[in-house]
């Protein structure tokens, strides 16, 4: 019987434990994403700073032509947001996806991508014709809305 409640204490002592580590953890996860976040928002605004146009930084993407095959329009579009640095012209990712197969009418293809990025809720318009993949917060923001 006492050997019962010296397991029930250690075993309490340890599930306490285990809950502040938990708490710990999840304080370093939130300041990670807030770094991440930060990291991402200066690279951009140093990429607008240098002033790169968009059809420059698109023209070391034509190597991912062969890792867009097989992938459905909207991871195509992520990834290809991801590599233009959060941002990419839809004309140039149609002629990427017109380049991997994907598209079976490139004519009708902008305004397929474009509902397919307004349905996602991952992407948003920055100008006509121009469109930025949010961060993982503004995304989370935009499903509970």
Do not use: C, W
């Amino acid at each position: 019987m006492v050997e019962d409640k010296v397991i029930v204490e250690t075993l309490s002592q340890a599930l306490a434990e285990l809950r502040g580590r938990e708490s710990q953890m999840q304080t370093e996860l939130a300041d990670l994403r807030r770094a991440i976040e930060a990291v991402g928002t200066t690279l951009s605004l140093y990429q607008q700073k240098v002033d790169i146009p968009i059809s420059e930084r698109m023209q070391t993407m034509e190597t991912i032509v062969d890792e867009l095959r097989g992938m459905t329009h909207l991871d195509a579009l992520k990834l290809i947001a991801v590599r233009g640095g959060g941002r990419f012209r839809l004309t140039y990712a149609r002629d990427l996806m017109d380049k991997a197969g994907l598209l079976k009418n490139p004519k009708n293809a902008l305004g397929s991508m474009s509902t397919t990025m307004d349905r996602s809720g991952l992407f948003k318009r920055v100008s006509r014709g121009e469109y930025e993949l949010l961060s993982e917060s503004d995304q989370t923001g935009t499903e509970n809305a």
